[in-house]
């Protein structure tokens, strides 16, 4: 017989202590590594119109551009309205390719190393029964994009935040957490990074407007989801709080360069800002906006207000008392800088969804291209423009330093 014996009662409480205490921490080192994109990565958004929405409003990309400003990174967007894991959606006149022949021939030619998964919430309404099949079709994508090299991160589906019923929300969304939970499993057993955008998204849905027709987000609900996405993905986010003092002879910071060379005597302070990453800018429609903001604060001003200008522009206006306490800085240059590189993203955007889905594709490349497949180079002629504003993103999205001048209002 064994002289095994089981541990003593102090024993095993410690060693449950231990699991306890332990357990969480070594499950999350099983999980995929932190996030990181590399010199040179294309990033392909590839989903239902969760991602086809998304390229009139570029916050996505702007995020992952201005938190890899020095790695060059390109973006494709395939998201397609609709659209299912076997995708479906995609259908033409033309046949084949078949929609879902077409749905690999898209993948394929966007060429990329990192994917953005997003697809569950079509099929949810197949509910309990086709769950099954969903992950039979999502595994088949993941395998098509590990044939390319390529890495995936995976996205759950987004929740109803409006309907006819209760009822009837209820029962929708019943169906989307289960499909979420479908993608999350698949994502454990593959090893593959997962981003719940469920649960933030209803949470955030109870403070501001941020989704239209019950289920497509607005521009506010991209500016949101952006923010999800960094915090998921361990990206740099917090905010930053800049503490000048003022006093005699000049003022000094610990975390600011204080410019002494100003030969305007009404200025009380001058000094330089360079963020370590472009801001988001904020959505023009939202009435909130959380506070996200980097914040500054001056102490020892005397009574009165104040004015902050960049650029020979007033940025912020307040209180001695509010300076004091930190005023948040939510306008200036570096959210110009960051609203024009979004202007560029969403216009290289448009370019490439007409190129790759031309209003007449059936007679640009399908089976009646011998009418007006001539216009073919046309289309292609659109790279030239699609890689002159990449390379325009690319090169502005790296923060600029900002001298900012603080006077007092008479």
Request: aromatic fraction near 10%; include cysteine.
């Amino acid at each position: 017989m064994s002289n095994f014996r089981l541990p003593g009662f102090p024993v095993c409480v410690f060693l449950l202590l231990l699991t306890l205490v332990y357990g969480p921490t070594l499950a999350q080192n099983k999980s995929p590594n932190a996030f990181t994109l590399k010199d040179g990565d294309r990033v392909v958004f590839l989903g239902n119109s969760i991602f086809e929405n998304e390229f009139q409003y570029g916050y996505l990309e702007l995020a992952l551009t201005t938190r890899f400003a020095d790695k060059g990174i390109t973006f494709r967007n395939l998201g397609w309205t609709g659209d299912n894991v076997w995708g479906e959606a995609r259908s033409t006149y033309t046949n084949p390719p078949t929609p879902y022949e077409h749905l690999m021939q898209d993948i394929t030619k966007a060429a990329p190393t990192v994917v953005f998964l997003a697809y569950g919430g079509v099929e949810a309404q197949e509910g309990q029964p086709g769950v099954a099949h969903f992950k039979d079709g999502l595994n088949k994508l993941i395998d098509k994009i590990e044939s390319l090299g390529a890495k995936t991160v995976l996205l759950s589906t987004i929740p109803v935040v409006s309907a006819d019923t209760a009822q009837h929300i209820d029962a929708r969304n019943a169906d989307l957490e289960l499909y979420s939970k479908a993608i999350s499993d698949v994502a454990s057993q593959r090893g593959k990074q997962f981003v719940d955008i469920y649960n933030p998204v209803l949470n955030t849905s109870k403070k501001a407007d941020i989704i239209e027709n019950t289920v497509h987000l607005n521009e506010t609900g991209y500016y949101y989801l952006a923010d999800v996405l960094e915090k998921v993905l361990g990206l740099p986010n917090e905010r930053e709080t800049s503490t000048i003092t003022i006093a005699k002879p000049t003022p000094y910071s610990s975390n600011v360069k204080i410019l002494t060379d100003s030969k305007d005597n009404n200025v009380i302070a001058r000094f330089v800002a360079a963020d370590k990453y472009l801001p988001l800018p904020f959505p023009e429609a939202s009435s909130w906006v959380g506070n996200d903001a980097n914040v500054l604060r001056i102490i020892g001003l005397k009574k009165g207000y104040y004015t902050l200008t960049a650029a020979n522009a007033q940025v912020v206006t307040a209180s001695a008392k509010e300076w004091e306490k930190g005023v948040e800085i939510k306008q200036g240059p570096q959210f110009e800088q960051s609203a024009r590189i979004r202007e560029m993203i969403i216009r290289k955007n448009e370019l490439h969804f007409f190129q790759y889905r031309p209003l007449n594709q059936t007679y640009i490349v399908g089976f009646r291209k011998y009418e007006q497949g001539r216009h073919v180079k046309g289309l292609e002629e659109q790279n030239i423009l699609i890689k002159w504003l990449e390379g325009q993103i690319i090169l502005h999205s790296e923060p600029k330093e900002v001298v900012y001048e603080l006077r007092k209002l008479d």
